[in-house]
C-alpha cells in the first residue's frame, strides 16, 4: 500500500495533459480511453505508457454514508484503500465532495503497457500529436506516477466528475431528484 505521503505525492505530480470533449453522462454510463505517461523513478529516459479505459457507470442515489458506496471495479488488490485515502486527502483540501453522496462507480478496462526509451518530453509531444490526429472526444493524456499510477486514474476520474457535476446536478434537479 502506498503511504499518505506517496497518495499525496501523486495527486501533486499528476497532470491531465489532455482531457476528453464530453463530460459524465447524468443518467448514462461513460466510457473514457486514457494514455498515461509516467517515468520510471530509477530510470531517467525511460518512459512507461499505459493505455486503457475507465467507465463512469450510470450514478445512483444512495444512502448518506457517501462514497462507502461507490464501486471500484477492475482495479488492483488495494484500490478501496488508495481511493478512501485520496478523498480523505481531497476533503482535506476543503474540496467539495457532495457529488460522492450519487453512488457513481468506476470500473477500469484493461490497461496494456509499453515502455519507451526516450525523453519524457519527447514522448509526451509524440502521444500528444497523435491523440490531435486521432480526433478522438473521449481520450485523455494524463502524466503521472508510475508506482501510484492508480491514483493518477483516480485523480482524473475525479476531475472528470468536478467538471460534470454542474451539468449533473441540473439534470437532478430538472427531474426532481434534487
Wanted: hydrophobic share 40%; charged share 35%.
Amino acid at each position: 500500500m502506498h503511504s499518505p505521503d506517496n497518495i499525496q505525492y501523486a495527486m501533486e505530480s499528476t497532470r491531465v495533459l489532455m482531457e476528453p470533449d464530453r463530460r459524465i453522462d447524468t443518467f448514462g454510463e461513460t466510457r473514457f480511453e486514457f494514455v498515461l505517461l509516467s517515468e520510471l523513478m530509477d530510470s531517467a529516459g525511460q518512459i512507461r505508457i499505459r493505455s486503457g479505459e475507465v467507465e463512469a457507470l450510470k450514478p445512483q442515489i444512495v444512502r448518506p454514508d457517501g462514497y462507502s458506496d461507490i464501486e471500484l471495479e477492475g482495479f488492483g488488490d488495494k484500490a478501496r484503500e488508495r481511493f478512501d485515502a485520496l478523498v480523505e486527502k481531497m476533503r482535506d483540501q476543503g474540496q467539495d465532495m457532495a457529488f460522492l453522496n450519487y453512488g457513481f462507480r468506476f470500473k477500469r478496462g484493461q490497461v496494456s503497457e509499453e515502455l519507451v526509451h526516450d525523453s519524457l518530453e519527447d514522448v509526451r509531444d509524440r502521444v500528444m500529436e497523435d491523440a490531435r490526429v486521432a480526433g478522438n472526444p473521449a481520450r485523455a493524456i494524463i502524466e503521472g506516477v508510475d508506482d501510484a499510477w492508480e491514483v493518477s486514474i483516480f485523480k482524473f476520474s475525479f476531475e472528470m466528475i468536478l467538471r460534470s457535476w454542474a451539468i449533473n446536478q441540473f439534470d437532478f434537479q430538472r427531474r426532481g431528484l434534487l
